[in-house]
């Protein structure tokens, strides 16, 4: 699971809004493995083109921290497929060191932000559950 999930390009962050509707949005994300607290999914409020720097998914964690990161491959081979299923508590990192190493580890996984750093908040989702599916068992 681990390794599927360290190199998928793609995840879906789903969150809670006020409402109790859930939220899903696509997202970049890299997973960190800290020997004290266990693993840590990042994903950062990058320079893509957005109408505001506050996104929803912010709101909605700070109000309600549970979470969910989908990871998963399609393919018309249907041998091939294959999920894995993050759950945790979510929270907003605007500075800090922690920031800074979710920065650090999404540069390691992704070229654009290697150069160009992302300046907005950033998601730390610390995972409590791994569950996961492969058509490969």
Do not use: Q
């Amino acid at each position: 699971m681990r390794r599927r999930v360290a190199g998928a390009r793609v995840a879906r962050l789903a969150t809670v809004r006020a409402d109790g509707r859930p939220d899903l949005v696509p997202c970049a994300f890299a997973v960190v493995h800290h020997a004290l607290s266990g693993d840590t999914a990042y994903s950062a409020v990058d320079h893509k083109p957005k109408t505001t720097t506050e996104l929803g998914r912010l709101r909605n964690l700070e109000a309600h921290p549970d979470a969910t990161l989908l990871v998963d491959h399609y393919d018309d081979d249907w041998e091939t497929l294959w999920w894995v299923r993050l759950r945790g508590r979510g929270r907003v990192l605007r500075d800090g060191p922690e920031r800074e190493r979710g920065l650090d580890a999404l540069a390691a996984k992704y070229a654009p932000y290697a150069e160009r750093r992302p300046d907005g908040a950033m998601i730390a989702l610390d995972i409590d559950d791994w569950r996961g599916w492969s058509a490969r068992g």
